[in-house]
């Protein structure tokens, strides 16, 4: 179930993130429905919910957004968030936690957001996995974050007690990500080095190219049973291609969702059967 989630008013920098599930979707019209390497995505009952209307009260507008995940996963269907800032992330996470208690994160973001509060705002996009740290039943043993590289000191303080695990960028070649519970996938589109996704509020250079990046997510080996893309920002991209990136990076994840699980890329087939999950 695709929905567009038009908020941001947790952004520190550069705000625009909640003009983007239009600009998505305008993009996502000039692919096929089909991974790169051909899987049919056709083969996936998706439908288009729209965007989420939203007041502008945060709290109430975190309420909603918390509501609609939690219809969508109570089907067992797999909501995929068009964001809006990563702000969105912390009542979509408190929702799929609350049907799947053995949920882990998959974080995808330059920034670990881990901060307590930034200028004085608990719910700012900054704090986002501080605060599903918080959420009951959700460990930092099941939390990964994936592509960081602006660690503050403080903030790797947090990460170690908390027991997250952290990929940084220049790690990501060798990173591969199994997992047998179900999934959250979040996926901030700074992750990827500014001169791919220019489009979003707070860049940050020396990330993986989006080549990198696809073949990191289509070797994936984990059921993912919600995701969201976050913090493109229309106003920062007047060509559209961070918001093209984003869909394309959307298709390669849903092709996890409907290929059979096979071996690591560039590995030989486990006779096995390949990873047992
Ligand atoms: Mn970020």
């Known amino acids: 179930m695709l929905l567009g989630i038009p908020y941001d008013g947790s952004s520190s920098f550069r705000p625009g993130a909640r003009l983007a599930p239009p600009r998505i979707r305008e993009m996502a019209a000039s692919l096929n429905a089909c991974t790169e390497a ?6 996936i009952p998706a439908v288009d919910d729209g965007d ?3 007041p502008t009260d945060r709290e109430q507008a975190f309420a909603q957004i918390e509501a609609a995940v939690e219809r969508i996963v109570a089907e067992e269907a797999v909501p995929i968030l068009l964001g809006g800032d990563h702000a969105v992330t912390v009542p979509a996470v ?18 670990p957001d881990l901060y307590p509060h930034f200028a004085g705002d608990r719910f700012s996009h900054a704090c986002v996995v501080r ?16 592509g960081v590289r602006a660690l503050t000191p403080p903030q790797r303080r947090a990460a170690e007690e908390a027991a997250i695990r952290i990929v940084p960028a220049w ?10 519970g179900p999934v959250y996938l979040s996926l901030d589109i700074d992750v990827l080095d500014p001169a791919y996704a220019p489009g979003c509020g707070n860049p940050v250079p020396g990330g993986p190219s989006t080549r990198q990046l696809l073949t990191l997510l289509q070797g994936l080996r984990c059921r993912v049973v919600a995701l969201d893309v976050v ?13 093209l990136t984003a869909a394309r990076l959307v298709t390669e994840i849903l092709g ?13 087939p486990d006779s096995s059967g390949g990873p047992s999950i």
Request: without cysteine; negative net charge.
């Open 171 to 180: 790690e990501l070649a060798a990173f591969r990500y199994a997992e047998t």
């Open 52 to 54: 989420l209307p939203l």
């Open 131 to 146: 605060r599903i740290l918080e959420l009951p039943g959700m460990g930092g043993q099941r939390i990964t974050q994936v």
């Open 231 to 243: 913090e493109v920002n229309p106003l920062l991209d007047p060509a559209g291609v961070t918001a």
């Open 94 to 111: 408190r929702a799929a936690l609350r049907h799947y208690p053995d949920l882990s994160l998959l974080y995808l973001d330059a920034h």
């Open 38 to 43: 051909g899987q049919d995505l056709a083969a």
């Open 256 to 268: 996890t969702l409907v290929s059979p699980l096979g071996p690591w890329p560039g590995e030989a």
